[in-house]
């Protein structure tokens, strides 16, 4: 199948997504529900091609056996939550020489101004103060060689990654405006399912790992006690009624999340749960999370005590990876003049 991956890709122009995560230890319930579950989706109607963006990983730093662990673990939930490696190709991003290659490149290509308007750097290097290391600075020219390697049409970003990818956009614009047509300018793809998932303590706020709050956030990986906990903990409001509503942010995100794990609408679920109270709510939705979750943590469970599976897949993912990017690499690489061995 990989063998053939290219000239289906001619035949048939599916057009290319590529996305990737970052391996943070974490991966939350809005993770999944957000972004996840969409590549797992677009498989069938789109090439894709998805990575595990380790060296983006360490613009903080990592302790290294933490850090190995976090890899191995995103690739394997990955796998878990239904990225089939025998459609889409699926790699670790350091695996693949020809990013950290084209990142070079692509930062001569990055205006310093550029870098310096980018909110996450400015979020960032507040927030560890004590290491604005310039890899931080200059983390948008590595995604965008990701993206570019692989002439990727449509990358599925959220809000936070938006301003990263225009970036990638004007990087490719700007080197094909030079050198002629080299990159694919990438277009964003919105997903039409899967609402944006909040923190179950402060519902205004976007559900985040790196909240203090344990409560706030659910991981796909926490155990069903857990899970069902954080729900009963989840913050609602007082008309005790399960509806969409304006100054409900609490009770409308559970009923974005069942309705994102069950396929039901908000109507539907209004009427399920008519004259019942929050409580019993707030339960059902934990139980329907965990349900979804279940064969996840199965799957997952299985393959990270298969290395060599893992190991096969990533292999596999890395070999398809690096033949494709080392077309893109080569063809910039010739137009700025470069000798090629
Ligand atoms: N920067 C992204 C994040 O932190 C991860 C990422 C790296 C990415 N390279 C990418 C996302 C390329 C999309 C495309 O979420």
């Given at each position: 199948?990989?063998?053939?991956?290219?000239?289906?890709?001619k035949?048939e122009?599916?057009?290319v997504?590529?996305?990737?995560?970052?391996?943070?230890?974490?991966?939350?319930?809005?993770?999944?529900?957000?972004?996840?579950?969409?590549?797992?989706?677009?498989?069938?109607?789109?090439?894709?091609?998805?990575?595990v963006?380790?060296?983006?990983?360490?613009?903080v730093?990592?302790?290294?056996?933490?850090?190995?662990?976090?890899?191995?673990?995103?690739?394997?939930?990955?796998?878990?939550?239904?990225?089939?490696?025998?459609?889409?190709?699926?790699?670790?991003?350091?695996?693949?020489?020809?990013?950290?290659?084209?990142?070079?490149?692509?930062?001569?290509?990055?205006?310093?101004?550029?870098?310096?308007?980018?909110?996450?750097?400015?979020?960032?290097?507040?927030?560890?103060?004590?290491?604005?290391?310039?890899?931080?600075?200059?983390?948008?020219?590595?995604?965008?060689?990701?993206?570019?390697?692989?002439?990727?049409?449509?990358?599925?970003?959220g809000?936070?990654?938006?301003?990263?990818?225009?970036?990638?956009?004007?990087?490719?614009?700007?080197?094909?405006?030079?050198?002629?047509?080299?990159?694919?300018?990438?277009?964003g793809?919105?997903?039409?399912v899967?609402?944006?998932?909040?923190?179950?303590?402060?519902?205004?706020?976007?559900?985040?790992?790196?909240?203090?709050?344990?409560?706030?956030?659910?991981?796909?990986?926490?155990?069903?006690?857990?899970?069902?906990?954080?729900?009963?903990?989840?913050?609602?409001?007082?008309?005790?009624?399960?509806?969409?509503?304006?100054?409900?942010?609490?009770?409308?995100?559970?009923?974005?999340?069942?309705?994102?794990?069950?396929?039901?609408?908000?109507?539907?679920?209004?009427?399920e749960?008519?004259?019942?109270?929050?409580?019993?709510?707030?339960?059902?939705?934990?139980?329907?999370?965990?349900?979804?979750?279940?064969?996840?943590?199965?799957?997952?469970?299985?393959?990270i005590?298969?290395k060599?599976?893992?190991?096969?897949?990533?292999?596999?993912?890395?070999?398809?990876?690096?033949?494709?990017?080392?077309?893109?690499?080569?063809?910039?690489?010739?137009?700025?003049?470069?000798?090629?061995?």
């Open positions: 199948m990989t063998e053939n991956m290219p000239q289906e890709t035949q122009k599916k057009k997504i590529f996305s990737a995560i970052q391996p943070s230890g974490t991966i939350t319930l809005g993770n999944y529900i957000g972004a996840l579950r969409n590549w797992v989706k677009l498989q069938d109607d789109y090439n894709c091609i998805f990575a963006a380790d060296l983006h990983a360490i613009t730093r990592q302790d290294p056996k933490i850090f190995k662990q976090n890899i191995l673990n995103a690739y394997a939930l990955l796998l878990a939550c239904g990225i089939d490696t025998e459609k889409s190709p699926f790699f670790i991003q350091s695996h693949v020489h020809t990013h950290a290659e084209l990142a070079w490149i692509l930062n001569c290509y990055t205006q310093f101004g550029e870098l310096s308007r980018m909110t996450q750097f400015k979020d960032k290097s507040q927030k560890h103060a004590d290491n604005v290391n310039a890899g931080l600075f200059t983390y948008p020219s590595l995604m965008a060689a990701d993206i570019l390697l692989y002439q990727a049409d449509l990358v599925p970003v809000a936070d990654q938006k301003q990263h990818l225009e970036l990638a956009r004007n990087i490719a614009d700007r080197f094909n405006g030079i050198y002629g047509k080299t990159f694919t300018i990438p277009d793809y919105i997903s039409k899967g609402s944006r998932i909040m923190s179950l303590q402060d519902p205004t706020k976007k559900m985040s790992k790196s909240d203090e709050n344990v409560n706030a956030w659910v991981a796909v990986l926490d155990n069903p006690d857990t899970i069902m906990k954080k729900f009963k903990r989840a913050v609602t409001d007082s008309e005790a009624v399960v509806r969409v509503g304006e100054g409900k942010d609490g009770i409308n995100n559970l009923i974005g999340i069942m309705s994102s794990v069950t396929g039901k609408t908000a109507d539907e679920i209004t009427v749960f008519e004259g019942k109270g929050y409580g019993d709510f707030k339960q059902a939705v934990g139980e329907a999370v965990v349900e979804e979750l279940r064969p996840i943590q199965e799957r997952f469970n299985d393959y005590k298969n060599d599976y893992l190991e096969e897949q990533y292999r596999k993912g890395a070999e398809f990876a690096l033949r494709i990017s080392q077309r893109t690499l080569d063809k910039a690489m010739k137009k700025i003049g470069y000798v090629l061995k």
